[in-house]
C-alpha cells in the first residue's frame, strides 16, 4: 500500500482539508492528520506562584478521532507539548476542531521557546512554536478587615491589618492621603458619602487592597412627648416613613401601632445600616362606654329615640344638639360623641334606613240616615287588617253611630291604622217649627254637600224671604236674602265642615226651621 505523509508549519491554507481529501483520494487510502492552529495562555501573566497552564486548538480529520493523551517536557528554556490522537477503523475525511489544556506546573522565571507537536498514534503531524514568558510573584498578600460593613456619621471604624507573607511595613491611606504606617487604623467619620481605604504592605515586594465604604447619617426618629391616652382611642404611634426596618417593643415591624395599655413603648428604626431609637411612656384615661345601637330600619311615620346617655357627659349629636336623646324620624346616617369629666370623647354611629308605612284612608267623619249603612273598604296590597270588632276582612259595614277603626300590618313589618266616626239622622224628618196654617216646605237633599234646595207653598212665590243657616250651638255661618221667592230655593252654601245644622227660613212674619246633615 503507498503512503503519502504531509507535515505543515502553523498557518495553513483554508484548502487544507480539501488538498488532504485529494491527496487520499489519489493515493488509495484515507491520510491521518492532527494539526496545531494556536497555542494560548489561560493565566496572564504566567507566574512562579501558580501552574502555567495552555490550551491547544487545532483540528483532525476524522470526527471519531479519540484522544490518546497530552504531554510536555522542560528543557532549560525549552518546552515541548505533545497533544496524541488516534482513530479506530477508517472513515470519510472530515476535518474536525479540537481543544485540550495542558497543565504545564509551576515554571521557574524566564523566558520560554514552545514546540506543540499534533500527533497522531504518536507520529507527529503538525508542528506550533510560541514563546511564553513567566514572571515572578510577589509573597506578600495585602488584606484587612473592618469593625463594621456600615458607616454613620460619627460612628469610629476599626481597620485590622491581616496581611500575610514577611512584611517590613505598612502604609494606610484614606481618600487618597497618607493617615498612619502603624500595623492598625482607626478614624471617626464625619461626613457623609464615600470613603476609600487602602493598605500598602512592603517587604520583599509590595502589595495593595483598598475597598471603598459609604457612610450615611443616622435616621431621625421622634415619639414625641409621653402622654395620656383615652381608651377604645385610635392614638397611632408613629416611627416615621422610610426607613429600611422597625423593631418595637411589642414585636411589631411595621412603621406604626396603637398602643392599648398603659405602658413604655420603644422603637428601634433602621435606615442604610445607621440604626435609631425613642421611646414614649403610656397613660390610659377611661372613656365612657357608649353604644347607641345596631343599624336599624324604622317605617314612615314613626320615630326611634337614640340615648347616649351617661354619667357626668356631656353630648354632641350630628346637628350640633345636646341632648342625652335623639328623636329619629328619617333615614340617614347620626352619630354622637359624649365627652366625660376628663375629656375622654367616646363616638358611636348608626345607620337607619326607612320602611313605606301602609297608606290607608277611611274618608273623613260622616253621617247615614237611620237604618242605612256604608261600607268602609282599607284595601291596599299586601297587608292584614284588624278592625275595631277584631275582624280581618278589607272591608266594614257600618250600620250605626260610632267610632269605626282598622289598623293594617304591611309585609315588611311597618304598620298604621286610620278612624272614622259615622253620625246617623233621621233622613224623613222636615223638621219644620213654627208651621203656619199647616203650610209644610220640603228641604232637599238630606243629607247634602253644599246645594240647598226648599220648595215653598204656592202662597209664598214672590214674597222676600231670608234663608239662615246656624251652627246647633246658634252660630250663624250663613245668611242669603231672596228678594223674590220662587216655587224651588236653590242656594249653594258655604264651605263648611260636616256635620249637622239648623236651616231658618222668614218670610214676612212667619218662621221656619229644619235640621239638615252636610256631608261631602
Known sequence: MKTTSLTTKALHSNLLPFLFFIIAFYSGEVHSQVTVTSVTLNNTPATDCSNTILTVSGMHSYPGYTLIGTSFVVAGSNITVVVNYTQPGFGIPVFTPYSQTVDLGLLPPGSYSTTTNGQFNSGTTDTFISSLSVITCCPINASYTASSASLCVGDSIYFTNTSTGIIGSQSWYQNGSLMTNAQDYATQILTTGANTFKLVVNGSCSDSIQHTLYSYSYPTVDLGPDTLVCTGSDFVLDAGAGMSSYLWSTAEGSQ??????????????????????????????????????????????????????????????????????????????????????????????????????????????????????????????????????????????????????????????????????????????????????????????????????????????????MVKLFELNGSLVYSQEILSLDQTIKLTLPDVSNGFYLVQLLIDNSEWKSKVAIQK
Do not use: H, R
Open 256 to 465: 406604626t401601632i396603637v398602643p392599648n395599655t398603659a405602658d413604655l413603648y420603644s422603637v428601634v428604626v433602621s435606615k442604610n445600616g445607621c440604626l435609631a431609637s425613642d421611646s414614649i411612656n403610656i397613660s390610659l384615661l377611661s372613656s365612657l362606654q357608649l353604644n347607641i345601637g345596631a343599624d336599624t330600619t324604622i317605617c314612615t311615620g314613626t320615630s326611634i329615640i337614640l340615648d347616649a346617655t351617661a354619667p357626668n357627659a356631656t353630648y354632641l349629636w350630628q346637628d350640633n344638639s345636646i341632648s342625652p336623646t335623639f328623636v329619629v324620624n328619617d333615614s340617614g346616617m347620626f352619630s354622637v360623641d359624649i365627652i366625660a369629666v376628663n375629656g375622654c370623647i367616646s363616638t358611636d354611629s348608626i345607620e337607619i334606613a326607612l320602611n313605606p308605612s301602609p297608606q290607608i284612608n277611611l274618608g273623613i267623619d260622616t253621617i247615614i240616615c237611620i237604618d242605612s249603612s256604608i261600607v268602609l273598604d282599607a284595601t291596599i296590597a299586601n297587608v292584614t287588617y284588624v278592625w275595631q270588632d277584631n275582624s280581618t276582612s278589607s272591608t266594614l259595614i257600618a250600620n250605626s253611630a260610632g267610632i269605626y277603626s282598622v289598623s293594617v300590618l304591611s309585609t315588611n313589618g311597618c304598620t298604621n291604622s286610620d278612624s272614622i266616626e259615622i253620625s246617623t239622622m233621621d233622613c224623613d224628618m222636615n223638621g219644620i217649627i213654627n208651621q203656619d196654617a199647616g203650610d209644610q216646605l220640603q228641604i232637599f237633599p238630606n243629607p247634602l254637600k253644599q246645594n240647598l234646595n226648599i220648595t215653598v207653598p204656592d202662597k209664598m212665590i214672590g214674597k222676600t224671604g
